[in-house]
């Protein structure tokens, strides 16, 4: 029997190439974070095991035989490089995204050396770890898509979430992982005025220390590659927020 659920975020449903669901570990030593983690991924239809330390992660790995794991460098008995190196001993096609909260150029080096295939630094979004995730598992050809889904489109703005491609009149546009989430949310929400509260709370939902002024510094981004140099689509409403809304034709 087919066990796959289909995912609650409304993405498209990924499963392994047989159609059963995907195998994610989560291994991370903060309890709240791995439960957060744990709980998105299993929005996604995935079975999820969440593990503390490296000892765990290795047995854990023994008997799920994960296809993805998310991996946090610093961890209680070991580090995560070591970890990894015990992985690929269990699985070694297995797909590691490392979560660290340093983004020094070494540890950067250090994690692809050791064979990780990407890296969220902390503070993150978890929209984009569930992406990064999907684009890796598909790339590795270990998940197929049951169905296309759709593109995101405010006149001719148009955002692919799974290749994490932005194109404004066919231009395409480059954005940073936070750019991306931060345009990501106004355009789910075209011509709905965001507050900046609101903002925060989505795009910066784990552990942001910050102000409101991270948000104005954010949007200044996003006008200059989004409007420069064309009719502006995001526009400030004094006192209330953002809002993204289609040029009048």
Request: proline share 6%.
């Amino acid at each position: 029997m087919n066990t796959t659920r289909a995912p609650r975020s409304g993405r498209p449903a990924l499963t392994r190439p047989d159609g059963t669901p995907l195998r994610v570990l989560v291994v991370d030593d903060d309890p709240d974070l791995a439960e957060v983690l744990t709980g998105a991924l299993r929005y996604e239809g995935w079975e999820v095991r969440a593990a503390g330390d490296g000892a765990s992660a290795v047995s854990t790995a023994r008997e799920l035989l994960p296809d993805a794991v998310v991996l946090d460098v610093m961890l209680p008995d070991t580090d995560g490089f070591a970890v990894l190196r015990r992985l690929h001993e269990v699985k070694p096609d297995v797909c590691v995204l490392f979560l660290t909260a340093r983004d020094a150029v070494e540890d950067r080096i250090a994690g692809i050396t050791a064979g990780g295939d990407d890296y969220v630094t902390k503070p993150f979004s978890l929209e984009e770890v569930v992406a990064r995730l999907r684009g890796l598992l598909r790339r590795a050809g270990m998940a197929r898509q049951l169905e296309d889904g759709p593109r995101l489109v405010v006149g001719d703005l148009v955002m692919d979430e799974e290749a994490r491609e932005v194109t404004r009149a066919g231009e395409l546009i480059e954005l940073s992982p936070t750019e991306f989430e931060l345009l990501r949310f106004l355009m789910r929400n075209p011509r709905r005025v965001l507050s900046k509260a609101q903002i925060l709370d989505r795009v910066w939902s784990y552990d942001f220390g910050g102000r409101a002024h991270v948000v104005e510094l954010y949007i200044s981004y996003l006008r200059k590659k989004v409007d420069a140099g064309r009719e502006p689509m995001i526009h400030t409403v004094r006192g209330a927020g953002y809002v993204l809304k289609p040029v009048a034709r």
